[in-house]
């Protein structure tokens, strides 16, 4: 009787702690971390993205040179809105709001063609208790499109 009644109260425990915890990413939504140095009094209609980009030396390219290029919605739409060359591990582009930009980095490396992919659609938030005064800010401020694997 005693072992039934162990499996029974951890049978309990586990559904309790199961249907108990809120779901991470709704918890982590009402969480603003604010920089209060980004915030403008003004409502903003662009918004600086900062792009990371890989080291093309460390992955053995002798060309280090890194395409980009931004359209605006979906790839598949294929609306373009600009191309940038860059040899930097870091670049930043003025984007306007409220629209989705899928950005492409294209990197040659060992004779073999590598394309990293993201979306991104900045938005501004309005803050009223983070910072000395309320104030509006754009978010997300960073696009990863490093790569991962280049064998």
Known sequence: MHKRSNKLFFL????????????????????????????????PF???????????YKLGSANEIIFLDIYEGNLEDEVH???????????TFNLPINKKYCITATYYIDNKTYIAVNS?????KYNESS????????????LNLRLKHTK
Request: glycine share 0%; hydrophobic share 30%; charged share 25%.
């Open 81 to 91: 809105f600009t191309s940038y060359q860059t040899t930097s591990t870091e670049t």
């Open 131 to 142: 910072c000395d005064e309320p104030c509006y800010y754009t978010a997300p401020r960073s």
């Open 12 to 43: 309990f425990l586990f559904f309790t702690l199961l249907f108990s915890c809120e779901n991470d990413e709704e918890l982590l939504k009402d969480i603003t971390f604010v920089d209060c140095d980004a915030c403008t009094a003004d409502e």
């Open 120 to 124: 991104v659609t900045p938005r501004v």
């Open 46 to 56: 662009t918004a600086d993205i900062r792009i990371k980009l890989s080291d093309t």
